[in-house]
């Protein structure tokens, strides 16, 4: 493989469905039924769930594009978690006995089941597919991080091909093993929501949580382009005026809480991380070039593309597609503003109509971005 251009996928629970979106409109833009255009495939949380199906089917990036759409287009919430009324209950109260007693249990503690999930993506991905994607140089390494909660670092899981080495650094630990569905759903495992995950002798959640920089594992597994799929919606509007000039009558509820911890998770710092990026490269191409040879290699070229449209907006006009516990459960805990509970809703929106809007969202924004993202593999399409 002559390139080592890696794909970032960012954790967000359903809105990952835009990164599908995203993937598609690469599917048409770049040449029919070729093999992955990434050698590198690095992802978090739903994101990691993404790369992994992709990794599956490496040989041909359009077969690849068009399964995880047609999965995402027909997912609903009860193949992703349980929607029983009584296990809930059951969960919150351990929960909240928890607080006020010694955990010894050893099952994790967690509001809703993703059982469910576990047995979507035992149903969809072929693990022994990705050895064979590395065998025959279809792909370099794919890359899922979670968060120890016995260590408290990013821990990035990864499989990859010979000469790539683990890592340990203060807030980040590369390990480097066989992958499974239990990586996937330890990635993915947003704390108090769905259970830990134990993978080896550790319990792990969601590795949004302390992921210091998404760009991290890219790097150490020696990635020279970046291409960066986000689901912040950085690129949209912001209603500065509007927000500051609306006294809040009541205190924060619990729903609108939640859903701030979870932007403040999910939502992507990636802005931050290439700016850094290009600060030290820039500071590196002044050193003279014997100096320069001494320095670490980093990537110099990166694309990020990310929602031209508020997903917490969309998230507001899809409210009522999800199962009335869960409605009940998110009101519950807020007010009777639904507009107050879409941030924290827009994660668990795993329905047909919101996730098909944010499919067809990446799918719009990567078409307008179709001239910057075949100069990024321009090297690639001339070979």
């Not at 070729?34 to 992802?43: A, D, E, R």
């Not at 059982?115 to 994607?133: E, M, V």
């Amino acid at each position: 493989m002559k390139s080592n251009d890696a794909l970032i996928l960012s954790g967000g629970g359903a809105r990952a469905a835009y990164q599908v979106g995203v993937l598609s409109a690469m599917g048409k833009i770049l040449p029919e039924n070729n093999k992955l255009p990434f050698s590198i495939l690095c992802g978090t949380s739903a994101g990691a769930l993404n790369a992994t199906m992709l990794a599956c089917h490496a040989h041909n990036f359009t077969k690849a594009t068009s399964r995880l759409s047609h999965v995402w287009s027909h997912l609903t919430p009860d193949q992703v978690y349980s929607l029983d009324r009584w296990p809930m209950v059951s969960s919150l109260t351990k929960a909240l006995l928890s607080l006020f007693h010694s955990h010894n249990n050893p099952s994790a503690l967690a509001l809703m089941d993703n059982s469910p999930l576990k047995a979507l993506l035992s149903q969809n991905l072929d693990f022994t597919k990705i050895d064979k994607a590395i065998e025959n140089q279809n792909l370099s390494a794919l890359a899922i991080t979670a968060m120890s909660y016995t260590t408290g670092k990013s821990t990035t899981f990864f499989k990859g091909r010979n000469g790539f080495d683990e890592w340990i650094k203060s807030r980040s630990h590369g390990i480097k093993q066989d992958l499974s569905v239990k990586h996937l759903l330890a990635s993915s495992a947003i704390p108090m929501l769905f259970p830990a995950q134990k993978v080896g002798k550790h319990y792990y959640g969601d590795g949004a949580i302390r992921q210091k920089s998404a760009i991290t594992p890219a790097i150490q597994l020696g990635a020279e382009k970046l291409f960066i799929i986000g689901v912040s919606g950085n690129r949209a509007p912001q209603k500065w005026t509007s927000e500051e000039s609306v006294e809040e009558v009541t205190a924060p509820s619990l729903s609108q809480i939640l859903g701030q911890l979870l932007n403040s998770a999910f939502i992507d710092n990636l802005e931050e991380d290439i700016s850094q990026l290009e600060l030290v490269n820039n500071l590196i191409s002044e050193l003279p070039e014997e100096k320069q040879l001494k320095q670490a290699k980093l990537p110099m070229n990166t694309l990020i593309v990310s929602p031209s449209e508020a997903l917490n907006e969309i998230a507001h006009h899809y409210l009522h597609t999800l199962p009335k516990n869960i409605r009940v459960l998110l009101k519950a805990a807020g007010s009777s503003s639904t507009s107050k509970v879409s941030s924290a809703a827009s994660y668990l929106l795993f329905t047909p109509p919101f996730c098909k809007a944010l499919i067809e969202l990446g799918y719009k924004d990567a078409m307008w971005e179709k001239d910057r993202i075949l100069a990024f593999f321009k090297d690639e399409l001339e070979e």
